[in-house]
């Protein structure tokens, strides 16, 4: 019973971040639908929201929160989708979508920092 309400919440709260993302602009995110047979769970990791141009991300509803885990499972999927950028989005507890935790390395915000820098120039 308790993997079946995991899995319901996985998918919910993958829905709803993209959802979130799409509603400030990132019309192309989509949540990617949770592995269905045995064989799929065997599959690389990847990104849990994809449609975002250079970024796997990755979403995690535990309540116990791993930074640096966290962080290391993100990236590794941006490895494999061939993304530069891996961004986790961590579960917080009674705020809306757009206030969750946003985790990434130092290196992948002095990124987008760069990037924004440059569309303004």
Do not use: C, W
């Not at 993302?21 to 192309?28: D, H, K, N, Q």
């Not at 690389?44 to 449609?51: C, F, R, S």
């Amino acid at each position: 019973m308790a993997d079946a309400q995991n899995r319901k919440r996985s998918r919910e709260y993958r829905e709803r971040i993209a959802l979130a993302l799409r509603a400030e602009g990132i019309e192309t995110a989509q949540p990617v639908p949770l592995a269905n047979r045995m064989s799929d769970a065997f599959r690389p990791p990847h990104g849990h929201v994809v449609g975002v141009e250079g970024v796997s991300i990755l979403t995690s509803t535990s309540y116990e929160i791993r930074p640096g885990e966290l962080l290391d499972r993100a990236e590794r999927a941006a490895q494999d989708d061939q993304n530069p950028l891996g961004v986790a989005v961590q579960f917080r507890a009674a705020r809306p979508a757009e206030d969750q935790f946003a985790i990434m390395s130092l290196r992948t915000l002095a990124t987008l920092l760069r990037d924004r820098l440059e569309a303004r120039s």
